[in-house]
């Protein structure tokens, strides 16, 4: 199996192909570091000059979709220290959280004087769902290369859910800790458009609505809400036009009382269902689910390639995927 030479794709990625030397097109396509710098400038700019014109008008500036992960937590740092606004975190419990998780989310919020609410749907809809994700591809292959089923089925709910949130509150930014591998420098500063939310709602609803039933629209966007674009918030992703240095992270959240998880595997600080979901899509589709994540953090200098290929060939916990097969009901 070939890996390419600069980042961390295999030749089991889909659509790869390499040059003579060993370069994957993804990282030939790549912009020069003078380009990417520019553009990370540019989009700072153009948050910044949001800012001036939004914050203050509303009960909250920000709602951070909030994880107890290393990233997230770290952007709540970023929106509440670097530019001094009024942030609502907000967690989605999907039932596997690391208990770490659980106290790093209380360390932290408490640390930065952060308003906290945290929704956790009924545990009998999310195991029909992980279940089905686990068995079945219930989304197209094109998503399927960037994330696994069965965490494409629980970011459905933080997205759509903190959109909700942010709609109904009348909250002109949402926050995400999308590290630079998961979003473009070119979506780090974006107004969520109704129509396009519209479409990926469905694509994303119908196959769990199959699964689930009618108990999903809870948690998802009702009519009524396409019919208010003016109060769509901006989608804001800090790490994607900042500087993004896992060390200097680590440093930063652990001044915040932010512990490292034990009980985690090597690509997650805050789920136990992360090893499980890993494990089924390697087997289904040969290659690792962070691997297009991890490429894009290595791109950006976050990582070293080999720190990036030490995340991907870490072996999952069997103690943990013994307890999230026992919890799901999966022999």
């Keep these: 199996m070939m890996i390419c030479k600069t980042c961390v794709l295999n030749s089991n990625f889909p659509g790869i192909k390499f040059n003579a030397q060993g370069i994957c097109n993804h990282c030939l396509s790549h912009r020069n570091i003078d380009r990417q710098a520019h553009l990370k400038e540019e989009y700072q700019a153009k948050f910044e000059s949001l800012i001036k014109k939004y914050k203050g008008k509303a009960s909250y500036d920000v709602l951070v979709a909030y994880s107890g992960g290393k990233d997230s937590s770290y952007t709540l740092d970023i929106f509440k220290n670097k530019y001094d606004l009024r942030v609502l975190a907000f967690t989605f419990d999907n039932g596997f959280i690391s208990k770490t998780a659980v106290e790093n989310r209380r360390r932290v919020t408490e640390s930065l004087d952060i308003d ?26 094109k998503i399927l290369d960037r994330a696994s089923s069965i965490c494409t089925s629980c970011i459905s709910f ?7 949130l942010a709609i109904e509150k009348e909250i002109p ?3 995400f800790g999308w590290s630079p591998g998961q979003a473009p420098i070119q979506s780090s500063v974006m107004k969520t458009n109704p129509r396009l939310m519209k479409m990926t709602q469905k694509a994303l609803f119908e ?3 199959e699964v689930a039933g009618d108990e999903l629209r809870l948690y998802f966007l009702e009519e009524k809400h396409f019919q208010v674009p003016e109060k769509f918030p901006h989608n804001i992703h800090p790490l994607a036009f900042l500087d993004y240095d896992e060390e200097k992270i680590y440093q930063r959240i652990t001044e915040l009382s932010w512990q490292k998880p034990s009980d985690t595997d090597a690509n997650s600080t805050n789920c136990l269902l992360n090893s499980f979901a890993n494990k089924v899509h390697k087997e289904r589709y040969g290659f690792h689910p962070y691997a297009w994540e991890i490429a894009g953090i290595v791109r950006s200098g976050g990582i070293t390639r080999e720190e990036g290929l030490e995340k991907l060939n870490s072996p999952e916990n069997h103690d943990i995927i013994a307890h999230v097969k026992q919890r799901l009901g999966i022999n």
Excluded: M, Q, T
Excluded at 118 to 133: E, N, Q, S
Excluded at 158 to 164: H, M, P, W, Y
């Design 207 to 209: 196959p769990l609505y």
């Design 158 to 164: 933080v997205k759509f859910i903190a959109l909700r």
């Design 173 to 175: 930014f949402l926050g």
């Design 116 to 141: 906290h609410i945290i929704i956790k749907p009924r545990f009998d809809i999310l195991k029909k769902i992980f279940v089905a994700a686990a068995k079945e591809n219930l989304y197209s292959r």
